[in-house]
Nanobody, 121 residues
Framework: QVQLVESGGGLVQAGGSLRLSCAAS????????MGWYRQGPGRQRELVAT???????NYADSVKGRFTISRDNAKNTVDLQMNSLEPEDTAVYYC???????????????WGQGTQVTVSS
């Protein structure tokens, strides 16, 4: 079984920092793209940042310069360092693994259950 588990969410004041972590477990051969998405109250789920197996990154305009995504291919983990947090960053943050190849050869798209980030003004 493949499972993605997020950690590191919590309550922080505006201007503060948080670091989110996600670990993918199971019989995994490789993961093409790992990323973070978020969904605030009454809003659609949106892309925050992604990173490919080779290290190429992509960020939403709203977080550029403030957030940094990184991954460890050997451990199948992805982190999101969030600095200069704003109340608008309040959301449930979801870890994503796209193009996750199992040892059996099956490839799929997987999601974590989400972790709450709340930024107070």
């Amino acid at each position: 079984q493949v499972q993605l588990v997020e950690s590191g969410g919590g309550l922080v004041q505006a201007g503060g920092s948080l670091r989110l972590s996600c670990a993918a477990s199971g019989r995994i051969f490789s993961i093409n793209v790992m990323g973070w998405y978020r969904q605030g109250p009454g809003r659609q789920r949106e892309l925050v940042a992604t990173i490919t197996k080779s290290g190429s990154t992509n960020y939403a305009d709203s977080v550029k310069g403030r957030f940094t995504i990184s991954r460890d291919n050997a451990k199948n983990t992805v982190d999101l360092q969030m600095n200069s947090l704003e109340p608008e960053d309040t959301a449930v943050y979801y870890c994503n693994a796209n193009g996750l190849v199992r040892s059996s050869g099956y490839s799929g798209n997987y999601w974590g259950q989400g972790t709450q980030v709340t930024v107070s003004s």
